[in-house]
Nanobody, 126 residues
Framework: QVQLVESGGGLVQAGGSLRLSCAVS????????MGWFRQTPGKERECVTSISWSGLTKYYADSVKGRFTISRDNAKNTVYLQMNSLKPEDTAVYYCAIGRRYNGGSSYDSTEYDYWGRGTHVTVSS
């Protein structure tokens, strides 16, 4: 059974930083792409960033380029999202997801991911 567990969310002031973690079990983590998505009430889930299985290819939404960094530690079966210079509009529930394709590339398309975590709340106060 594939499981993803996010952690690291919380309340932070604008301009601050947070690091989210997502621990994966039940699948050979190192062979699959990973993505971070976020969602706010009334809006569709959007891809924030993703990383290919090799770690060589990354995607970032324009809204987070230069502020967020995705990384993966295959020895720990964990993907990270470092969020700097946070803005109130970054407030959302953040979800991690694992790609459905073996040796898959990074993708912003949610249909390319087949297992999801339950999410972690990030609130950025102004």
């Amino acid at each position: 059974q594939v499981q993803l567990v996010e952690s690291g969310g919380g309340l932070v002031q604008a301009g601050g930083s947070l690091r989210l973690s997502c621990a994966v079990s039940g699948r050979t983590f190192s062979n699959y792409a990973m993505g971070w998505f976020r969602q706010t009430p009334g809006k569709e889930r959007e891809c924030v960033t993703s990383i290919s299985w090799s770690g060589l290819t990354k995607y970032y939404a324009d809204s987070v380029k230069g502020r967020f960094t995705i990384s993966r530690d295959n020895a720990k079966n964990t993907v990270y999202l470092q969020m700097n210079s946070l803005k109130p509009e970054d407030t959302a529930v953040y979800y991690c997801a694992i790609g459905r394709r073996y040796n898959g590339g990074s993708s912003y398309d949610s249909t390319e991911y087949d297992y999801w975590g339950r999410g972690t709340h990030v609130t950025v106060s102004s």
